[in-house]
């Protein structure tokens, strides 16, 4: 009976999991994980976890009788330690001890981490991070009234927690060395409207400036400021864990390289999610997106893969984020560099709009705040690669779909 090993037992590796039983696949699924419990889903732990609204239970990908169900031998708080391509076999290690699998195919779903801090105080118990179950409930117990909260990283994960921490009724200083707040993923012109709403809910920005210490009741920034802090907490991105990957001597590069078939350099070995950097057809290089509809739909991608069938892996990189009653979605990767005009369709001031990245006339990515059933229809026009007429962009009163 063939085997197939899945390595990360979060949502990638999860939903590959489930795609491999819903297309017929009835060999053997082992889905290892190191984590002490079954795979759930990340953003409720900046968003609806962390502000007490959802139960945790919400947060994971299937019930818990549903891996025994169909038969998926899930593997929790264990870890695979080394994969040997000769015998092909991977060594795991958990509390039953170390013992080793064949793999007919094999899916490396093992995401990334958080980027960590490494200064004085830096390991202190107050520097905390968001990545796990774990680390959302410590916040979520750390957030109380007047807590003094410096969040080091102007980033998706610091702002969401940002706003999660102002609505427990925290004082919140953001530092940021780059200009702007979210300045990689949306540019100034898009970073400067969630700045502003942070602003009006009374957070302070430093920007230009990154923490260097922490000392009990205060972090201090590069630019010598001491900055009250009960607590620090770090949103400065996340590398991914293809360390495995590596060691193995598979092509590796931030992320591990795959072709569009999610495929990586050893034709039995695939990645999905947040560590695989796939080649991405429409695009035309390679990206590693860290997004969770890229692991909802790629851990699939990679498992129809698994089963030989034809893959071609091209969705437009898809987002979306929660901060206090702004809800918004963003197609595309609009950082600064690859666009050279912002256009708005709606009323920006009143936080209800559609914002467009466009490079050289053409639709590079659409951000939909507060507005909604638009962002298939934004895609489409990503996806058609075209120059739009900027007036008929613009004017709301033109369905996107006549564009
Ligand atoms: C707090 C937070 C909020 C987020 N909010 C959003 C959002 O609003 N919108 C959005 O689009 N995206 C969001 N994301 C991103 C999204 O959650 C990730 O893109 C997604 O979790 C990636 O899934 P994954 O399965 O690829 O990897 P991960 O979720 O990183 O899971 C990988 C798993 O593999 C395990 N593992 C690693 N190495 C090994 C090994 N050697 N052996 C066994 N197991 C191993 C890890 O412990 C982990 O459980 C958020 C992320 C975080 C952290």
């Known amino acids: ?109 093992t995401g990334a981490s958080p980027r960590r801090l ?30 003094r909260v410096v969040v080091a990283g102007a980033g998706w994960i ?61 972090v201090i920034t590069s630019a010598g400021a001491e900055v009250p802090a009960d607590i620090l907490v770090v949103g400065i991105g996340a590398a991914p864990n293809d360390d495995l990957a590596a060691r193995a001597g598979l092509e590796t590069g931030n992320g591990v390289l795959t072709d569009e078939a999610l495929r990586t350099s050893d034709p039995n070995i695939f990645a999905a999610g947040d560590v695989a950097n796939s080649f991405h057809p429409l695009l035309g290089r390679r990206v590693r997106v860290e997004h969770w509809a890229n692991a909802l739909n790629g851990g699939p991608a990679a498992a129809r893969s698994m089963l030989g069938q034809s893959v071609r892996y091209d969705p437009v990189p898809y987002f979306y984020s929660d901060q206090y009653d702004l809800g918004m979605e963003c197609a595309g990767l609009p950082s600064p560099g690859t666009y050279d005009q912002v256009l708005y369709r709606g009323d920006r001031a009143a936080l209800e709009f559609i914002a467009f990245w466009l490079s050289g006339g053409t639709v590079i990515a659409g951000m939909n705040v507060n507005v909604w059933d638009v962002n298939d229809d934004i895609q489409s026009l990503i996806r058609a690669a075209r120059p739009v007429d900027p007036a008929r962009l613009t004017n709301p009163d033109i369905p996107l779909t006549d564009l």
């Not at 530092?175 to 012109?189: K, N, R, T």
């Not at 898009?190 to 709403?197: E, P, Q, S, T, Y």
């Open 158 to 218: 610091g702002l969401e927690t940002t706003a999660a921490a102002r609505t427990a009724e925290c004082a919140v200083t953001v530092l940021e060395p780059q200009p702007g707040a979210l300045h990689d993923q949306l540019g100034p012109e898009l970073g400067a409207v969630f700045a502003d709403l942070h602003r009006a809910h009374g957070v302070e920005f430093r920007f230009g400036e990154k923490a260097v210490e922490f000392r009990p009741g205060m």
């Open 118 to 147: 490494n200064f004085p105080g830096s390991d202190r118990e107050e520097v905390l991070y968001l990545r796990t179950i774990a680390d959302s409930g410590k916040l979520r117990s750390a957030f109380q009234p007047g807590t």
């Open 1 to 109: 009976m063939p085997s197939f090993v899945i390595a990360g037992a979060s949502l990638a590796g999860a939903k590959a999991a489930e795609t491999l039983r819903d297309e017929g696949f009835d060999g053997e699924i082992v889905l290892v994980g190191a984590e002490p419990e079954r795979p759930y889903e990340r953003p409720p732990l900046s968003k609806g976890y962390l502000l007490g609204h959802e139960p945790r239970d919400s947060a994971f990908v299937h019930s818990e009788g549903w891996y025994a169900e169909h038969g998926v031998d899930l593997r929790e708080g264990t870890t695979v330690t080394a994969i040997d391509r000769g015998t092909a076999t991977v060594a795991v290690s958990g509390a039953g001890g170390d013992s080793e699998l064949s793999y007919d195919r094999l899916l490396l779903a």
